[in-house]
Nanobody
Framework: QVQLVESGGGLVQAGGSLRLSCAAS????????MGWFRQAPGKEREFVAA????????YYADSVKGRFTISRDNAKNTVYLQMNSLKPEDTAVYYC????????????????WGQGTQVTVSS
């Protein structure tokens, strides 16, 4: 069982930056692939980024490639999402997710999800 708690959301102007954090409980954090997803009002949840258990492999949605960076610190049981050059269309609730199977993280069918953190980008 893994519990995930996101933090770091807020209000930022277009072009600004935010860093989201997702703290995980449990002793086997380094066995889990991790992902970030987002859901804007009236839209379906979408994949943002994912990282393998060791951090050597990362994946990004085309819409955030080159602007967002996912990373993890297994000693701190935490995964991060550094978001730069933010745009109003990045406004959404951002969720952290985890699974031992990387495929389910990429597909968004993970069993473990955080409660979400709101990111609002003003124009």
């Amino acid at each position: 069982q893994v519990q995930l708690v996101e933090s770091g959301g807020g209000l930022v102007q277009a072009g600004g930056s935010l860093r989201l954090s997702c703290a995980a409980s449990g002793r086997t954090f380094n066995s889990y692939a991790m992902g970030w997803f987002r859901q804007a009002p009236g839209k379906e949840r979408e994949f943002v980024a994912a990282i393998s258990w060791g951090g050597s492999n990362t994946y990004y949605a085309d819409s955030v490639k080159g602007r967002f960076t996912i990373s993890r610190d297994n000693a701190k049981n935490t995964v991060y999402l550094q978001m730069n050059s933010l745009k109003p269309e990045d406004t959404a609730v951002y969720y952290c997710a985890a699974d031992v199977r990387p495929g389910t993280v990429l597909a968004g069918t993970c069993p473990y999800w955080g409660q979400g953190t709101q990111v609002t980008v003003s124009s």
